[in-house]
């Protein structure tokens, strides 16, 4: 007879089933028999265009994740050719409103979803950079990061006269040490796939029609591990990234925060900063078809 996951009269988790649906518009959700999620970003089916929405949605997903039973892997990765293709706000970014944003959808968003990930999953991870685009230190983030053939890594802030204090800053040096990490982001480097792997900032670079294959067979083989065994593994292997983020997350954030404010920043792709950026990364030649 098997042991049951949770005791009597304790309030059920959200099911797969329930959160799948309430995810449908922001990440296409798969799971297997071994309870492996697969969980891709998207919009409208495609690569995604980074909004107000998914900056939310991505830390509601892990606090789901994170209670379900019934997952045992995360696979977190993009849907389409891209990882993020585009950078579209759906909230404009004035006077009036910038303070407001600046908490609710920049730092409280933003501090959660770099936790979310870390702390809120007691489960394996494996981030998938399926493409180029920003934001790849949510797959820094992940306990295994594999890349695709065609992909970067690039930290774009000083670029868009921003801080780099959102998390990427701590993803970047827990990936490829101190030295190489200020030199990347004071620079606005554009690390491709093979020298993110000689610098140990992903695992393994595949073609892009192969890796998501390769991700799930990585991850039924961790599947099969001891359930209690692979949950407590994961949490003491991750140890140096929670401490990291317990440390340095919120107060770095509040400076980049303080200067998006000080500075009148923006994140609107018609910002002359970001403008810039997006043309230095090649960002504004990406599509999410």
Not at 3 to 29: C, E, G, N, W
Not at 195 to 212: H, R, S
Request: aromatic share 8%; hydrophobic share 35%; net charge negative.
């Amino acid at each position: 007879m098997p042991m049951p996951r949770t005791a009597p009269d304790v309030i059920p988790h959200t099911s797969f089933d329930q959160y799948k649906d309430k995810y449908a518009s922001h990440f296409l959700l798969d799971r297997t028999e071994t309870g492996v999620l697969t969980a891709k970003w998207h919009t409208n089916g495609g690569s995604l265009v980074w909004d107000n929405p998914i900056h939310r949605a991505i830390h509601q997903l892990t606090t789901d994740v994170g209670q379900d039973v019934e997952t045992e892997v995360l696979i977190l990765g993009g849907a389409g050719p891209n990882w993020i293709a585009q950078i579209q706000p759906n909230v404009e970014e004035n006077d009036e409103n910038r303070s407001w944003l600046s908490y609710e959808h920049m730092y409280y968003d933003g501090t959660n979803i770099c936790e979310g990930l870390v702390n809120d999953l007691e489960i394996p991870t494996i981030g998938v950079i399926n493409g180029p685009g920003f934001h790849t230190e949510m797959a820094l983030f992940c306990d295994i990061t594999l890349i695709a053939e065609d992909a970067f890594i690039c930290d774009p802030h000083t670029m868009a006269g921003m801080v780099p204090g959102d998390g990427i800053q701590i993803a970047m040096r827990m990936a490829m040490g101190y030295k190489r990490a200020t030199y990347a982001m004071l620079t606005c480097e554009m690390i491709d796939a093979k020298k993110a792997l000689e610098y140990g900032m992903v695992n393994e670079v595949l073609p892009k029609d192969k890796i998501y294959e390769r991700a799930l067979e990585i991850a039924e083989t961790l599947a099969k591990q001891n359930r209690i065994t692979r949950r407590l593994t994961t949490q003491v292997l991750r140890w140096p990234m929670k401490m990291a983020v317990t440390e340095e997350l919120r107060n770095a954030f509040s400076c980049e925060m303080h200067a998006y404010l000080a500075t009148k920043g923006s994140h609107s792709p018609d910002h002359e900063d970001i403008k810039g950026m997006l043309e230095h990364t090649g960002f504004d030649k990406l599509s999410n078809k």
